[in-house]
């Protein structure tokens, strides 16, 4: 079966390559079957199905030799003892840099969370996207077949990874204006993600297929007739939009399946850009265009190169419709994307070609600044996400000089000046629009020409900009300007609040200050270097008792405390140390066995949280959560009654066990929001011990709510969907 499918991929690459010499294809399809051979997928198949496909993915694109050699080779380094320098020395440097972009990070030495690794792993991404394109064109083939064959794996996993694909691999799809993969990738994640509005939505639509498909054909007929008649060559069709697309509209304008009618889309290709705007003037004199519903993508392309004319007009029964016409040329562009014009096709590019190329990817170049000025993992990880939001709509402003700039919906003259520039958002003191001087907070709209009004007397960002504008370039430079321009005050002020706490704490701060202590911190939280996490307790970021207790924690680690602990143990229970002994409560307390184990109610901790055990006299161990304000402020004289605990695998009948927090939910007031609260929680299935409301001077509504979980996997999905209810600006854990 696997080598049917390599002479399938083969035919493919002969269909738009010219050359005959497919012998290093062949050798990297032979290392592959080699190195997989005892390896299957979820499926049962054969491993070597997966790289294969994801060639053949490639090929459809119409990529180059090195691509689907990389395409094939692309889990070698990562799932077998194959070397990334084995792979330069047989092929070359050239596909061994594609596979080392794809090959997700070796594994962490240290302890971190899965964020950690995944945004650590979408750096890596980036940066190699930066040194070759062709690197996430690779990925996010890897990622369709993934998704294609998504419904072998668990459903926690289906949808960990469909809600990864949505948030980032779909966007970048589009950015790079490959539709044949955004659409694919959109819709399987829908499936996954809501599969009762998924499969609702292809019931409703299947009910209405035949009348639209009528309805569709008729048009085509007509318009094929008259574009005819002009003499103009054209081919017209009609298709269906995708699910997720209709899903989106319904969402973002809170319409139902029978308020929308554009359902399907007429699309005319012709020759040339001329015969664009003639088919146009056929199109509005046979129906009537809806006004403000008429876009020219030729003459203002979207940052992803798409070009075409868009206009909705009203059917011969009422309807409306959209209607897109575009160029051969355009249409491959469309479908392909950065694919369509590759430069590591035979041939060679223009100057200007490559120019033209490189503006295209300006986008990424924003990414990257962010990845260089960010030393936090899950800040740039937020802002990746925030930036590529799949229900983000867009608006298309102009300079002065005529330039188009597109920028998030919602977007104000201060997204604008730092989209242009930072130093032009820094030093801006006001905006025209269209010659009029307008405010800050101006929303701006498709078309304004806007002018940024700068002096070099401004003191720069102000932080109440910071509530008013919508894209994240704008929010990332305003944060490093602020981070930079008080970079030194920062570092001074958190070195002085270390000190302060840990002279307060009786901690010896010459002794926990190491680089092998502090080493472990900067890893724990994404930070470069030792200032920077000085810098931003100094501006707020962090709690200087969090950093001295960790370090304290790695302190004693290092000279053996547990001992120490032990002869405690000893003294307080008159038992025997011994080795660790996991209790049904899922704690293990180490070195110790047949020990009490009790939670605290000051924290309450829950699996999932990092915990510390405390001895108590007659008690038992106490277990904490390792930022609970009561360990964090022990006196010197305490702290050696601290444990090492930690959490431990139950089985099945175990793991049911259910633990009590209390968070509080913070919102701006109004009707319903209490149904909607319960709503989310009968929908989890969260048992609530106790519900109290009350409402503020500043008409904010606060709910404390008291309930039972199984961990904090489901403390964090709970509050995730409690925040997207209408007017929810805070959850916090109350019992801390």
């Known amino acids: ?56 993915l490639l090929a459809e694109l119409e990529l180059d030799k090195e691509s689907i050699m990389a395409g094939i080779l692309h889990d070698v380094v990562e799932d077998t003892e194959y070397t990334i320098e084995y792979i330069t020395h047989e092929f070359s440097k050239e596909v061994a840099l594609l596979v080392d972009g794809v090959t997700k990070l070796e594994k962490i030495p240290y302890s971190t969370d899965k964020e950690e690794i995944q945004a650590e ?49 779909a966007p970048l799809a589009h950015r790079l204006g490959i539709s044949k993969f955004k659409i694919e990738l959109e819709d399987l994640s829908f499936r996954y993600l809501n599969p009762e509005a998924y499969y609702d939505l292809v019931e409703k639509i299947a009910r209405k297929r035949d009348d639209r498909i ?19 060559k054209a081919e017209v069709d009609g298709r269906p939009k995708h699910f997720f697309s209709i899903y989106k509209k319904m969402v973002g304008q809170n319409k139902t399946i029978d308020q929308i009618y554009d359902l399907f889309a007429v699309r005319a290709v012709v020759e040339s850009v001329k015969d664009c705007y003639g088919v146009l003037g056929v199109i509005h004199e046979m129906y009537k265009p809806i006004p403000g519903r008429f876009k020219d993508y030729i003459a203002m392309p979207k940052p992803n190169m798409y070009q075409s004319l868009h206009t909705t007009v009203i059917g011969p029964e009422g309807e409306p419709f959209e209607m897109q016409i575009r160029t051969y040329e355009m249409h491959r562009t469309a479908e392909y994307g950065i694919a369509a014009h590759w430069k590591y096709k035979e041939g060679k590019t223009t100057e200007s070609m490559e120019q033209s190329e490189e503006q295209k990817l300006n986008w990424l170049r924003q990414i990257l600044e962010w990845q260089r000025d960010m030393s936090d993992n899950k800040e740039f990880l937020d802002v990746l996400k925030s930036d590529l939001d799949v229900f983000a709509d867009q608006v298309y402003a102009f300079t002065p ?26 030093k801006m003191v006001g905006a025209r629009v269209n010659g009029k001087i307008v405010t800050f907070d101006y929303k ?29 370039q704008a929010k990332s430079k305003i944060n490093q300007w602020f981070r930079k321009e008080f970079k030194e005050d920062n570092i001074v002020r958190g070195k002085e609040l270390i000190e302060k706490y840990s002279k307060a704490k009786g901690i010896p701060l010459s002794d926990i200050i190491k680089p092998e202590f502090t080493q472990a911190v900067k890893r724990k939280y994404g930070f470069k270097d030792w200032e920077a996490v000085c810098a931003a307790i100094g501006h707020g970021g962090l709690k200087e008792g969090q950093i001295v207790n960790r370090l304290y924690e ?50 309450n901790p829950v699996p999932g949280d990092e915990i510390i055990g405390f001895i108590t006299r007659g008690r038992g161990v106490s277990i904490h959560r390792t930022d609970c304000s009561n360990i964090i402020n022990l006196s010197e004289l305490e702290r050696h009654r601290l444990i090492e605990a930690e959490w431990q695998s139950l089985d099945e009948k175990e793991s049911s066990r259910l633990y009590q927090v209390e968070i509080q939910i913070i919102s701006s007031n109004r009707v319903g929001l209490l149904y909607d609260i319960s709503k989310v929680l009968t929908e989890e299935r969260i048992p609530v011990k106790s519900l109290n409301a009350r409402s503020n001077k ?4 606060i709910f404390n709510v008291t309930m039972d979980i199984n961990g904090v996997n489901q403390l964090n999905k709970l509050t995730k969907k409690l925040r997207n209810i209408e007017g929810v600006e805070e959850i916090i854990r109350t019992n801390s």
């Open 1 to 56: 079966m696997p080598d049917k499918i390599y002479m399938d991929l083969l035919e493919v690459i002969r269909k738009y390559h010219p050359s005959e010499d497919f012998s290093m294809i062949q050798k990297a399809y032979q290392l592959a079957k080699t190195a997989h051979e005892r390896q299957l997928r979820k499926s049962g198949e054969p491993y070597i199905i997966h790289p294969l496909a994801v060639a053949h």
């Open 121 to 169: 792993n979408y750096r890596k991404m980036f940066l190699a996207m930066s040194k070759d394109i062709r690197v996430i064109l690779i990925k996010l083939a890897d990622r369709l077949h993934n998704m294609r064959t998504l419904r072998y794996k668990s459903e926690e996993k289906q949808k960990k990874i469909a809600k990864e694909t949505l948030d980032i691999y």
């Open 214 to 232: 009528s309805f569709v054909d008729k048009i085509v007929v007509d318009i094929k007739g008259e574009i005819d008649r002009i003499g103009i």
């Open 401 to 426: 000089s005529g330039d188009v700039i597109d920028l998030p919906a919602g977007s104000t003259p201060i997204d604008f000046a730092y989209h242009i520039h930072s130093a032009v958002g820094n």
């Open 444 to 472: 701006i709209k498709n078309g304004d020409r806007i002018e940024i009004i700068t002096s070099q007397n401004s003191h720069g960002p102000s932080r109440d900009w910071l509530n008013i504008i919508k894209s994240s």
């Open 554 to 603: 790695e302190y004693k680690k290092k000279i053996k405390v547990t001992n120490k602990n032990s002869e405690v143990v000893e003294e307080v229970f008159d038992i025997n140390p011994s080795t660790a002994k996991q209790s049904k409560s899922g704690i293990v307390v180490k070195g110790v066995e047949d020990l009490a184990v009790r939670f605290s109610k000051c924290c």
């Open 698 to 701: 500043g008409d904010k509504s």
